[in-house]
């Protein structure tokens, strides 16, 4: 492929370029932390500023991702719940309509709170800790003791350029090796052999990385392409910035005039008509010149119920590749990868216990790994399966998902494209009562509810017809039946691997 002549400037996930509307690049500055904090706090106001951010969390820009660290697994779930919204506003306010954020345990904050010293001990200066990055790049010494009673900005909370995955670190298993290796091709010959690819599967899979390990690669192998990466979410808002400053003729320059677009979580152009119809266009627009198209999305694009036909269709013209759930020898190798990667002494015990405990999905796993390394931190043991198994009961009871019947309901009915009326109502139609049996199976299988709760809940029906549907279901699975979806055949494991990773990710 020949770089375009009208190419514009680089990408806007570029380390070293960042995009026009940022108000804050990846500063590296204490007055540039100073100046999130100080939107931080416009967005939640005193009070809850002083309560839940001042001195007790520590934030990091990463490119257009804004981090913020907290102390522990409980406060990520509590925060995320009340603060979501303003913690994404902030990261625009901070970087541009590009922004996104990440909630994580921070192993440091989280050492400091668990071992808080006492007044006795403050004097003493017994609580000192020093910490070693995994970049190997960066010591923290936090000499205080207790983060609550210090200033955050005079700890060393770091502002670096954003350091995309890169293929190298992507350890690869039967669950995702074609995606992988599909993505390396298509980097080697961009435009030329799998256009688009489309990758999709369950959350914190490692899409993500899969998608930025390519951009890297790509513009390792051909630096004078014009790549661009950014999420769906990234895209709608340059579309509607566009739409509100009349600037479309921009937009549509940037994004037409590309070599590879690399969009990330296309599913979140689901029922957004006008964006959907915008990137449809760009896309005409790249493929007609031969340039290379790369997404991902949590399903496979017949399960996109409610994207356009034509974009559908030309989701799968290309290649469309599923990551699997990671099985157990990929978990394991991934938990000995990011221990590695952190320095934490660790027997193979403890790294097979992660395995065998983490199933859902990589993200998971990884932040099970970087609780060992607290637990490591804590006690300056070598992580047993035992000492292990200590550290991570917190954790383990947060992974657990509660999901309700209401929870099942509302995404069989969008996965099917039924109504809740007609889900519950007595309608006998092939294509609304197979997704009822399925939602009644899954009621069984990831709820506690009895076949009575469930038969009330599902219009009213009795607990025998709840026992015959998911008698059904089994004789579907065992028999390798399929079900139809959006007009087309879909095997029956398919669709129940889907609705469940869509409920854990909910
Ligand atoms: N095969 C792998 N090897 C190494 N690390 C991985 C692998 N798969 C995932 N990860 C890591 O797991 C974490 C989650 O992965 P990622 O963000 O790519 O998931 P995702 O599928 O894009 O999730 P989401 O659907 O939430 O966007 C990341 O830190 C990523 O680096």
Not at 183 to 198: C, H, K, T, V
């Amino acid at each position: 492929m020949q770089p375009t002549s009208l190419a514009v400037e680089g990408t806007f996930c570029d380390s070293a370029k960042q995009p026009t509307e940022a108000k804050l690049g990846p500063a590296t500055t204490g007055s540039d932390e100073q100046s999130v904090y100080r939107l931080l706090a416009q967005q939640v106001g005193e009070r809850g500023f002083q309560n839940w951010f001042a001195g007790k969390v520590r934030l990091k820009l990463d490119g257009n991702l804004l981090i913020i660290g907290v102390a522990s697994p409980f406060l990520l779930t509590w925060m995320q719940k009340k603060f979501a919204s303003q913690i994404y506003a902030t990261a625009i306010a901070c970087v541009g309509p590009s922004a996104e954020y990440r909630l994580e345990v921070d192993p440091e904050l989280a050492a400091l709170t668990d071992s808080a010293p006492t007044g006795e001990q403050k004097s003493s200066g017994q609580k000192t800790l020093t910490v070693s990055e995994e970049a190997g790049d960066r010591k923290a010494t936090a000499a205080s003791g207790n983060p609550r009673n210090s200033n955050p900005s005079q700890k060393s909370a770091t502002f670096r350029g954003r350091r995309f995955a890169d293929l190298s670190t992507f350890v690869t298993g039967k669950s995702n090796q074609l995606a992988y290796l599909a993505a390396i091709q298509a980097s080697e010959e961009p435009g030329a052999l799998y256009n688009p690819l489309f990758i999709h599967g369950g959350v914190g899979i490692g899409k993500t990385h899969l998608l930025e390990g390519f951009y890297r690669k790509i513009r390792q192998l051909y630096p004078a392409l014009n790549v661009v990466y950014l999420t769906a979410e990234a895209f709608g808002n340059y579309f509607s910035k566009a739409l509100q400053e009349r600037s479309l003729p921009g937009f549509r320059q940037r994004f037409r005039n590309v070599d590879v677009l690399i969009i990330d979580d296309i599913d979140f152009f689901e029922s957004k008509r006008n964006f959907q119809e915008e990137l449809l266009h760009t896309i005409k627009h790249l493929e007609s010149h031969g340039r290379q198209l790369v997404f991902s999305s949590d399903r496979h694009p017949r399960l996109l119920t409610k994207m356009s036909e034509e974009l559908t269709t030309r989701f799968l013209s290309g290649l469309v590749c599923r990551i699997e759930t990671p099985e157990k020898e990929l978990r394991l190798e991934i938990a000995r990868q990011r221990a590695l990667k952190l320095k934490t002494p660790v027997t193979e015990g403890a790294l097979a216990y992660v395995a065998r405990r983490f199933t859902n999905n990589v993200r998971e796993l990884e932040g099970a790994v970087n609780c060992l390394q607290t637990g490591h931190l804590m006690t300056g043991q070598k992580v047993t399966t035992s000492l292990a198994r200590q550290v991570l009961a917190d954790l383990e009871r947060d992974c657990i998902r509660i999901i309700k019947l209401d929870d099942i309901n509302q995404i069989v009915c969008s996965t099917f494209g039924v109504s809740e009326s007609d889900l519950k109502s007595s309608r006998r139609a092939r294509n609304i009562s197979q997704p009822r049996m399925l939602a009644m199976f899954l009621a069984r299988k990831l709820t506690q509810a009895a076949y009575s709760e469930i038969g009330d809940y599902f219009g009213g029906r009795n607990h025998s017809t709840v026992m015959s549907a998911e008698k059904q279901v089994r004789k579907w699975l065992e028999n390798h039946s399929s079900i139809q979806v959006a007009l087309q055949e879909w095997p029956t494991e398919e669709i129940i691997e889907s609705l469940e990773q869509q409920l854990l990710a909910s």
